[in-house]
């Protein structure tokens, strides 16, 4: 600083104030012809350099031409930042820690070519580079070659999380950087590169830019994303306009880090777009052959496309595939379009509070109409969805009078159990509010029926009022629900209007002022007071500030005012309800106690006894309970501790001192009939939910049971069933039928959790009778079946193995009845098929964790050796409808299994006794009569795969051959 003391007030000076800096070089020559053979440079902080040049044409540096070799630039990150002006670098690019180049750079400052290696922290890279700019704007000419070994760009672009490390190489070459007016080749292969956390394989990118029009072409070779494609871009017009042809063989999401379950895709993309702008858009994409795998199913999508007009005056778009048609008709911009449709409801409710407004000048109007229908993928996606014919959604919306209207219909939806019929939902705007009305004709499930449900009202002012109603087919028997939901900055109101209840056609007093408050602030309640005829429901806080102590009662309330509402079964749940509960604490730690009693709880019309409940959480992280059954012959006892904060909460006794089973058996559903006997034991229940730890007993004392299906009553005089550390214990546990022979359970079911179960069981039996039904109890199978058995069972309870003898006795008279299929769907199937025959096979795309059929019996190892006698008969029924019957008595020694796979195997001999067939054709009914002959038999094989019938069946009858031919085929002169 001796000779130049300005310098000092340099930043970059004074970032380094106690550095020398080192120069060494020597040069000749003059200034316009200079040549430095060795300069050397250091001393500020870690920055090095060594070069060489010849520099021609100083000082006018349009003209300067220069000529350098470097052997070492070398710098930190640090020293560039300290070196080069504030702002120079933008915020989203960080420089390498360290970095080295070396090359050679030969020309002026607008032509000249580059040959660069480039060493850093991040990863290495060559560049060779020539560019002139001495054309003119436009005219600039490139030619450029460059590879990357491992560069790790995330880090470069500050997005190490989401990009890694790239090795690339390529070239592009061309006149102009405009891309409406370029002319350019460019060639891109990718050797690996990191993104989301996958390095993507052989990929290669090439194309060409001419006047406006760009063509690219992608091969992918990933084994993850293999696919190819060509895409044609026009940049002339005031839209780009885009030709895009894309074969996807397959893309799995899921490997490449882009989706969490399975995920993959199959399918051909056309897309012919002439503008590719969201707001005014002009095209069509159609997607072929499509197949998507995710969670082991493969869903056929075969072909969607959308095809979109917009002019100067109107905006229409086109959505087609096989379970959906779509039509958006108007003008409206799509990239406005939810912002503005959000902004119309925002005026009657925030649903997004303190959320931006948006406006448009431009108005913004459509019609849309929809329809939805079950088709085979619609079937895959919802396996549920048993009936549907389909959804309609119509409506249409306008900015300029605040106008929106949806309609939404569907006669019928059967889902699962859940039946729906008659449903439609209409929303529109009128009055300055949000009107909407959802109607449902009828809704079942199970036991539960509601017949004209609907729900009704209005938003406006972030208040929503709501009817809601429901008829029984009794008209008398009927709901109503009429209130108010108030959204006030974070607190919401709920409150019912006057009049507002009705149930079980019984109106019920609401008070005036009654509210229930919830949110940010806590919970509130004032005055909601419900009452009718001597029955009442009440909830308050003891003060009107939010998380009182909030006071719950009940006074005489019948269970039965709910379940006549929504039950086909008007006995299903019953019971009055007298108690209160008090909840403390909202704010901090909760707690509370209740003291509840159920009177004369009953269940489909069998009625348990009294249920008293209390509970309380008056000590710290203890739930303390005590339930009583009692009276209607049971008794039971559970009282104990749930302790919220322990991994093994549970504490409880359960004393069961008397279950009067023909008062319980309703809640078998229909299962078990005939009840009647004891229930009787203790048990200690500890642990926790998943893996409970119980002990004790319970004895079954003169109980009697009759299994529906099977209309067989079973008798357990004195049997215990015991609960100890190993799991659920059988020790000779004895059935008997009604003729008092036994069948007798031994050993145990291994357990920890109740949930799974290593099994070790035998199980004898000494003609025992299994069956004695009749068609009305079971339509496929019904008679009498009796039984010699010796039969163990091991493995697990997901993968019992079981295995043993098993005697079908004498006195059996068996029918089995073969399920026939719906003629409705029989005669819609199988008749005629469409093929593409010029498609590709897309039976066998993307099959690789494709579920394979189930059988129902998978897991199941069964190996048992069976034995027919003689005497027992068995009739199957061919077909019910016309009375085809195979009626046969003989003796059998088969072998039969079920592997795990589900495979069911059956060998050996059936040697027929005797045996008749009734058959039914057309017309003609003939009865083959019985056969005595030894020689009679069936034979199963496990290695043929099925029964080998040999039995001659014959009829004598007397008729000439041109009647028997008419007949059958109808008369010679019938067309």
Known sequence: MLFAPQLASQDVFKKYPNSVLLLHSNMSGKVNDLTIPNLEISGIGSTKLSASAHI????????????????????????????LPAGTLPNTIALPDKFTMRGTFEGLTNNFKADVKLITSFGNADINAKFDASSGKGKEKYDAKF???GFDVGKLLKRPDQIGKVTVNGFIKGTGTDPKTANAVFDINVDNAVYNNYAYHAVHLKGQAQDGNLEAKLVSNDINAMMEGNAIVDLNGKYPSIKLDMRVDSIDFQKLKLYKDELRFHGNIHADIATADPDFLNGDVVLSQAIVVTNGKRYLLDSLSAHAISTADSNLINLRAPF??????????LSKLPGILMSTI??????????????????????????????????????ELKEMEYIDIKGNFDSREDLLVINVNSPAILYGTNELKGISMNVNTENDSLQYDVKLDQYQSGQILVNQASVAGYVNDNKIYFDVAANEQNLDQNIKLSGMLQQMAETFRFSLLKEGLTLNGEQWAVKDNNALYFGKSGIKADDFILSSNGQSISIESEKDQFNSPLNVAFKDFSIETITNIVSKDTLLIGGLINGQAKIEDLATTPHFTADMLVGDFNFKGDTLGNIKIDVNNED????????TVNGKGSEINLDGFYYTKSENPLDFNLDVKNIDLSKVQAYAMGMVKDASGDLRGKLKITGSAAAPQVRGSLTFDKAKLNYAQFNSIYTLENETTRFTEDGIVLNNFTIRDTDGNRAIIDGTAYTKDFRAYKLGLNMQADNFKVLSSTKQDNELYFGKLFIDANINISGTSTSPVVDGKLRVNEATDLTFVIPQKDPRLVEREGVIEFVDMDAPLLNTVLTGTEEKPKTGLEGLDVAMNIIIDKESIFNIIIDEGNGDLLRIRGQAQLTGGIDPSGKVTLAGDYEIEEGKYNITFNFLKKRIPNSKRQQDHMDWSSDRGGCKCDRDLYRQCSTSGPDLQSTIYGKPNDS
């Open 346 to 383: 925002d005026k009657y409710y925030d649903i997004v509070p303190d959320a931006s407004i948006v406006n448009s000048t431009t108005p913004q109007y459509f019609d849309i109409s929809a329809r939805i229908i079950r088709t085979p993928i619609i079937e895959q996606l919802l396996p």
């Open 620 to 627: 710290l992280n203890t739930l303390a309970a005590k339930v």
């Open 56 to 83: 021609t044409g100083l000082p006018d540096m349009k003209k300067t031409r220069f000529e350098f070799k470097f052997k070492e630039i070398s710098s930190t990150a640090k020293d560039l930042k300290d070196l």
């Open 324 to 333: 959906m048609s779509a039509d958006i008709v108007g003008k409206y911009q």
């Open 147 to 149: 590879r990357t070994y």
